[in-house]
């Protein structure tokens, strides 16, 4: 068991001594080096404040910093407006949803162009946040990473599902002009960081 000690004089003192002061040297317990205390605390206060602002200043210099990448950013909640067009076939994303809805599609028929969907949104996310972290040393990278999957995939189940309609052209256009907005926006974060 630990025994409390003085932190002025060191002498021991009991495990149930509760008296503000010593008893042997007379220093307030309480009060005892609180200046430094509290100058250790302001001290890692600020070091936490500090890695808080960096982390802000990294999310604000890879997504608001430039026009070029608030353009970006807007592109990157496009497919989700694109999927309202016809994407296969007939199938839109809202005649899909109304088709579930009012149960009258067959879930197998509808199957991979629902599951194309899906990655469409859970993929496009992928690349959002991945895209807020693009002045990171491997953010350039990760994010042609990110959209060169979003992009394969989408292609791929585009070619297995077959009978593309309008809404996927126009969203590859728009996975093709996210990939081209990052090599440009990578230059312009390079010249708000330098």
Same mark, same amino acid.
């Given at each position: ?89 007939? +199938? ?12 009258? &599609?067959?879930?197998?028929? &509808?199957?991979?162009?629902? &599951? ?10 992928? &690349? ?26 989408? +292609? ?13 052209? +126009? ?24």
């Amino acid at each position: 068991m630990k025994t409390n000690t003085c932190p002025k004089c060191g002498k021991k003192l009991g495990t149930f001594y509760l008296k503000d002061t010593c008893p042997y040297c007379g220093v307030n317990l309480l009060y005892y080096n609180l200046d430094e205390n509290l100058k250790a605390d302001a001290a890692q206060a600020q070091k936490e404040v500090d890695a808080v602002n960096r982390f802000l200043n990294i999310i604000k210099s890879s997504s608001i910093a430039s026009s070029v990448l608030i353009v970006r950013l807007v592109l990157f909640f496009t497919p989700l407006a694109s999927m309202c067009l016809p994407m296969y076939g007939d +199938v839109s994303l809202i005649s899909l949803i109304m088709g579930l809805v009012k149960s009258t &599609v067959e879930i197998s028929d &509808v199957l991979m162009p629902l &599951v194309s969907m899906a990655l469409v949104v859970v993929l496009s996310l992928a &690349v959002i946040i991945s895209s807020l972290f693009s002045a990171t040393k491997t953010g350039f990278l990760r994010n042609m990473i990110f959209s060169g999957v979003n992009t394969v995939v989408f +292609v791929v189940l585009g070619l297995i599902i077959g009978s593309m309609g309008a809404g996927w052209y +126009v969203t590859l256009a728009i996975y093709i002009l996210e990939i081209i907005m990052h090599i440009i926006c990578n230059k312009a974060i390079k010249k708000n960081i330098d």
